[in-house]
């Protein structure tokens, strides 16, 4: 019997903030973080990365990646590129983090979660504020990489662990949790075949124009 795939969900932030609330947020939703993926920028390469998920107790496996605001693809970049092809790791989704970053595309996004931790049909900034003049793009570090891989559950976020304290840990990053928590529900809803409103993997966005 073959072994059954890690399920992972890709965080594109690192510093040391958002690392100790994806390390809590982990714990809260009974799976694993990688903690060693975190760094400004994330310093393991993506075979390190695998070896490491493949070594988590549970699932899911969460699985930060940061390039430090580099132009191009960056260290975080091309290590989630190998995690994402490996024959081995389940992508079941992604949360695209909101920074100040400039020089980048931005990740498209059919929903963001807001400061105050309501599901948005926007994208947000940094502070977790919606905006429709975002054109539902997210922009932050590392959110390219979004683009190139048919990622499903993708959901936009201001920055972890801050959005002017409303996701602090002393309050247990309520909104990085839900962020995991609906990808958690969408994967679980889709395995079970209720795709009714669910975006099919391996399927792009639709946008409003």
């Known amino acids: ?21 994806v390390e809590h947020v982990a714990r809260e939703v009974g799976g694993r973080c ?6 400004n920028p994330t ?15 549970n699932d899911p496996v969460l699985v930060m990646c940061d390039d430090n605001g580099n132009y191009g693809r960056g260290r975080g970049e091309q290590a ?10 389940e992508v079941i989704g992604a949360i695209a983090v909101a920074s ?5 595309h931005g990740a498209r996004v059919l929903y963001s979660i807001d400061q105050a931790g309501q599901i948005v049909e926007e994208a947000v900034d940094k502070e977790g504020h919606s905006d429709k003049r975002l054109q539902h793009r997210i ?3 590392t959110v390219d ?18 959005m002017e304290g409303r996701d602090r840990l002393l309050d247990g990053c309520p909104v990085t949790l839900k962020a995991v928590q609906w990808i958690l529900q969408r994967s679980e809803r889709h395995d079970r075949g209720e795709t009714d409103g669910l975006q099919a993997k391996g399927t792009a966005h639709r946008f409003p124009s």
């Open 145 to 162: 990489i979004i683009n190139r891989y048919h990622i499903p559950n993708v959901i936009g976020i201001g920055d972890i662990g801050k």
């Open 1 to 21: 019997m073959a072994e059954a795939k890690r399920r992972v969900i890709i965080i594109t932030d690192g510093d040391y903030v958002a690392q100790k609330a």
């Open 139 to 141: 922009y932050g570090d």
């Open 80 to 89: 989630i590129e190998y995690v994402l092809k490996h024959p081995d790791i």
């Open 100 to 104: 100040n970053t400039r020089w980048v």
């Open 34 to 39: 990688i903690t060693l993926s975190a760094g």
């Open 43 to 57: 310093s393991l390469s993506g075979k390190q990365m695998v070896a490491l998920i493949k070594m988590a107790a």
